[in-house]
């Protein structure tokens, strides 16, 4: 294999593509578990509104977050379509999955198509972002699904606790 070949070869990535509210994030897909069908979650009390509950899947309890509501989405939930899919991390957490409205598919972008997260939120910038990727079907906000599972605080703030 000659030395230009070898450059092409790790600039490659391969992500796998998703949409919520109607927008096209991807994810690198070394960084996902697996990808599963939307199970609802139960709900565990005391939990914040991006904190679905949780699922069994596979013997383990797999935390499940929210991305419309950690975006800030202000629809209320019965006027949200109903996720299709998980995407299963591990985070620093433990094992987290993501709803998604739909998969798009898996494919290939090279580094140089990708943008930097210059100037974006705090959150963002400190490892949930990787950058903007220019693909076929579009632009797509390209996410460290471990790095937001491992950062979102799922506790709410209340001040009671639970009765022994």
Not at 30 to 56: A, C, D, W
Not at 88 to 109: P, R
Not at 140 to 154: G, H, P
Request: with cysteine; aromatic share 6%.
């Amino acid at each position: 294999m000659n030395q230009d070949m070898q450059t092409d070869l790790k600039s490659t990535e391969t992500y796998i593509l998703y949409r919520f509210q109607g927008e096209l994030y991807g994810t690198p897909l070394h960084m996902v578990r697996e990808v599963v069908p939307f199970q609802t979650p139960r709900s565990v009390p005391n939990t914040k509104k991006n904190y679905l509950g949780i699922v069994h899947l596979r013997g383990e309890i797999v935390g499940v977050i929210d991305l419309r509501v950690w975006f800030q989405d202000e629809k209320s939930p019965s006027r949200r379509p109903t996720p299709r899919a998980l995407i299963v991390v591990d985070s620093h957490s433990g094992v987290m999955a993501a709803s998604v409205d739909t998969i798009e598919g898996v494919c290939q972008l090279d580094s140089k198509d990708i943008e930097s997260p210059k100037g974006m939120p705090g959150t963002f910038a400190s490892g949930g972002m990787i950058g903007i990727g220019k693909f076929r079907q579009g632009l797509a906000t390209l996410l460290d699904l471990r790095a937001l599972c491992s950062a979102i605080d799922i506790a709410t703030e209340r001040k009671e606790r639970w009765a022994s």
